[in-house]
């Protein structure tokens, strides 16, 4: 099981990246993965998930409407399309992969397995 978190890089407030995680080992559809974001000296934070199977998706508050998760079975990807940025977005965000209940999918427990990070960094 591998999960390959890539697309981070330097942006100024207001723009925009795309995340990947390319996984393999294992089908999307038989696993729910999130995005998480961890700052310098802040605690691991949930991002975003998508559910396995129902493709159902899940935000953190403050990135509702600002971040869009999706999925590319076809390329056993999923990806996490980030909008108007904001310097307080500046972290390493990671892919895990897990099957929590939807109640839950903000706890990094859940998750068995994690990408390496990407490192995002938003400009004032």
């Known amino acids: 099981v591998q999960l390959q978190a890539s697309g981070g890089g330097l942006v100024q407030a207001g723009g925009s990246l795309r995340l990947s995680c390319a996984a393999s080992g294992f089908r999307l559809n038989d696993y729910g993965i999130g995005w998480f974001r961890q700052a310098p000296g802040k605690e691991r934070e949930g991002v975003s998930y998508?559910?396995?199977?129902?493709?159902?998706?899940y935000y953190a508050d403050s990135m509702k409407g600002r971040f869009t998760i999706s999925t590319d079975n076809a390329k056993n990807t999923v990806y996490l399309q980030m909008n108007s940025l904001k310097p307080e977005d500046t972290a390493v965000y990671y892919c895990?992969?897990?099957?929590?209940?939807?109640?839950?999918?903000?706890?990094?427990?859940?998750?068995?397995?994690w990408g390496q990070g990407t490192q995002v960094t938003v400009s004032s």
């Open positions: 895990a992969r897990g099957r929590p209940v939807a109640s839950a999918w903000t706890i990094s427990t859940m998750y068995a397995y």
């Open positions: 998508v559910r396995r199977s129902s493709g159902a998706t």
